[in-house]
């Protein structure tokens, strides 16, 4: 599965991360991929993100593929990758502890 992952120019966050030369913070990256299990899973619990790691930036303006994979057996689990071009951006786990409450 994958959601597009795209963050435009007037993105709030662009003009301090790095002014001049803006690139997409990793928070604002991981923020997409907990909406994108979200949107399938519901409201998440309380997330542990026991493996995160940047290696490419994500400029504003690119599109991005987010690819979800649950992780068998160790309750609500995920790993994820964020792709340009088939080029890795981002990859990791998020865990949930549990469901939110309604």
């Not at 795209?6 to 030369?21: K, N, Q």
């Not at 490419?56 to 068998?72: D, F, G, K, N, V």
Request: hydrophobic share 50%; aromatic share 4%; net charge neutral.
């Amino acid at each position: 599965m994958a959601d597009a992952l795209l963050v435009e120019a007037t993105h709030p966050c662009l003009p301090g991360h790095f002014p001049g030369r803006p690139v997409v913070p990793g928070v604002v990256i991981l923020d997409r991929v907990v909406a994108a299990i979200e949107a399938l899973h519901g409201p998440l619990g309380a997330l542990r993100l026991p493996q995160v790691k940047f290696v490419q930036p994500l400029l504003p303006e690119q599109t991005a593929a987010i690819r979800l994979e649950p992780i068998a057996g160790q309750g609500p689990r995920w790993r994820f990758r964020v792709e340009r071009d088939g080029t890795l951006l981002a990859s990791g786990e998020i865990a949930a502890a549990s469901p939110a409450s309604a």
